[in-house]
C-alpha cells in the first residue's frame, strides 16, 4: 500500500509515514490540516498537520484479518475537524 501528499498540484509527491501499508481505502480533510483515513484490517487514523504525521486512532476489537471481510466506503469530516464519520460493509 502507498499513500503519498503532494503540496504542488501533483508536480511531485511524497510518501506518508505512519499508516499501515496495507490497502487504504477513503479519506477525507476538513481542512488542510485535519484529516481522517480508513484502512485494510479496520483501522482508522487522524492527522492534525496536513498528512506529515498520522496517529491510529482505531482498531475494531475481533478485526477480521482479511479484506474479503469487509472494507471502508467512504468519510467525510466536518469542517472544524471536531466531527467525523467512516462508514463501510459488514
Do not use: K
Request: one cysteine or more; proline letters at 2%; a negative charge.
Amino acid at each position: 500500500g502507498v499513500v503519498r501528499r503532494s503540496d504542488d498540484q501533483g508536480s511531485s509527491w511524497v510518501d506518508l509515514a505512519g499508516l499501515h501499508r496495507g490497502r487504504m481505502q477513503c479519506a477525507a480533510f476538513a481542512n488542510p490540516l485535519v484529516g481522517v483515513a480508513g484502512g485494510q484490517l479496520w483501522r482508522i487514523y487522524s492527522t492534525a498537520d496536513g498528512g506529515e504525521a498520522w496517529s491510529l486512532d482505531y482498531v475494531a476489537s475481533g478485526a477480521p484479518s482479511n479484506i474479503g471481510s469487509g472494507e471502508f466506503r467512504g468519510a467525510a469530516i466536518a469542517e472544524n475537524g471536531a466531527r467525523a464519520v467512516i462508514c463501510g460493509d459488514r
